[in-house]
């Protein structure tokens, strides 16, 4: 009989396609993929471990799922950033568990499963990637890797331990596995890296500037997005090649962090607040039409108020047209733990509310702004909520729901005319 697979994601982009790559390898193998854990013979957790208690939540979760093992054959996996940062450890606390496996070790599954190793955590020069096995969710969008890891190292940040040192894969490798997407109909294309524009090609050296530029002339890419750019690393050739291809998004993701040149080299950001208004400044300058979006942390240790309405007030600068906001989490063996302690909790949230309400504003009226101009649309399927409707996303990765004629394939593009702002989304209709 096949066997079956069970795959539970957490975090980021990264684990996302991680998940995508290790279910497309376990169907190579013959094994199907099943919704439900209580059908699995196999169970995956891919885990995270960026912020607060993610390690509490797999070992109460491993602990739930000790009970399952001992009802029925069952083989468990921890993978992941938290498997990377516990490795051995996750064995002694939950013996039932059969493997654990790091993020470099993605590609090796194979190895792993046929029972040579029981805790694969280094980072091998062979990342064995190989791409026509990625098992993608969307019919019209692929994520690919062009970066592992981080070289940054920002203090208050596990992902350098837990992701290893910065490796670029070859450019033509990630033309080839574009192209492949691309043929099979994922018109969208998401470049993915944790610090996705330190990108280097490790035989020609071409940058990530060229990079883009030659994915984006790909025949039939759409749209083309990025994930995630740091504020130091943007330089002419990415602005350049943002600026000379209308399918490159005009959607950018630059987390700043904090608003505090002070706070900011604390984190080891590599920039100041004055370096990192100019950047923006600068993209502006050659794509007026672009938007920004941003990571926020408040809390970090010695956050003053002060320090706290810099950030409030370069929020409001650039009006961001989406955000995340965490609060400071002490993560193991990072260098932000000599930093001294984080701001207290109750101090804290109340930051992070200030910063939501204020961002909440400000995406109002980014989202009523655009009531009745007619945006470009590429077409994901029908509207969940309303079966009669579609759904797609702006360039800017806005979600839009609205009537059409009946025979729209996903994949294609429409302009939508918005006549209705919603909480987070748009309302509208095609035009012709
Ligand atoms: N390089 C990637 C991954 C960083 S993790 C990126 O820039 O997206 C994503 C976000 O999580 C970071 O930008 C930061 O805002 C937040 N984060 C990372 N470590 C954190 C910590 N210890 N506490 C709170 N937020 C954190
Ligand atoms: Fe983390 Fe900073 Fe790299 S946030 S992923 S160390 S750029």
């Not at 969008?141 to 992701?163: L, S």
Request: proline content about 4%.
């Amino acid at each position: 009989m096949t066997k079956t697979f069970f795959i539970e994601t957490w975090g980021c982009q990264m684990n996302d396609l991680d998940s995508q790559r290790l279910s497309g390898s376990l169907k190579l193998r013959g094994y199907r993929r099943v919704d439900t854990e209580g059908e699995a013979d196999l169970i995956l957790l891919n885990t995270c471990s960026i912020r607060d208690k993610s390690e509490q939540k797999v070992f109460s979760r491993l602990g739930r799922l000790r009970e399952m093992k001992s009802e029925r054959e069952l083989q468990i996996g921890v993978c992941g950033c938290v498997a990377q940062q516990e490795g051995e450890a996750i064995l002694h606390r939950a013996p039932w568990v059969d493997f654990v496996m790091g993020p470099g070790n993605v590609g090796h599954l194979d190895q792993i499963l046929s029972g040579d190793r029981r805790v694969a955590i280094d980072f091998p020069d062979d990342r064995n990637y190989d791409y026509l096995a990625v098992d993608r969710p969307s019919a019209t969008k692929a994520q690919v890797t062009i970066i592992e890891g981080c070289n940054k190292n920002c203090t208050f940040c596990i992902v350098p331990t837990t992701r290893g040192r910065e490796v670029s894969r070859p450019f033509d490798d990630v033309l080839r596995e574009v192209r492949a997407a691309v043929e099979s109909g994922r018109v969208e294309i998401e470049l993915l890296g944790q610090t996705v524009n330190a990108y280097r090609c490790p035989i020609s050296g071409r940058d990530f500037g060229a990079l883009l530029s030659a994915v984006a002339e790909i025949d039939y890419v759409a749209r083309l997005r990025f994930m995630t750019s740091h504020p130091a690393e943007v330089n002419d050739s990415m602005i350049a090649a943002m600026r000379d291809h209308e399918n490159i998004s005009r959607y950018l993701h630059l987390p700043v962090q904090s608003g505090s040149s002070k706070i900011l080299r604390r984190m080891k950001r590599l920039y100041t607040r004055e370096h990192y208004l100019e950047t923006i400044a600068r993209i502006r300058q050659a794509i007026p039409e672009i938007h920004f979006s941003t990571d926020v942390i408040v809390g970090f240790p010695g956050e003053t108020d002060d320090d706290f309405e810099q950030t409030l007030s370069l929020i409001a600068e650039v009006r961001y047209g989406s955000m995340f906001a965490f609060k400071y989490s002490p993560r193991p063996g990072t260098p932000a733990l000599k930093i001294g302690a984080p701001v207290d909790d109750a101090i804290a949230s109340e930051r992070l509310t200030r910063v939501f309400d204020l961002h909440e504003r400000i995406k109002r009226e980014h989202l009523e702004s655009y009531r009745g101009r007619i945006l470009p649309v590429l077409v994901e399927g029908p509207s969940k909520h309303d079966a009669s409707m579609l759904t797609g996303r702006t360039d800017y990765n806005i979600v839009v729901n609205f009537s059409a004629a009946a025979s729209t394939p996903p994949g294609s593009m429409l302009g939508v005319r918005i006549d209705q702002a919603q909480h987070h989304t748009l309302r509208g209709e095609a035009v012709a």
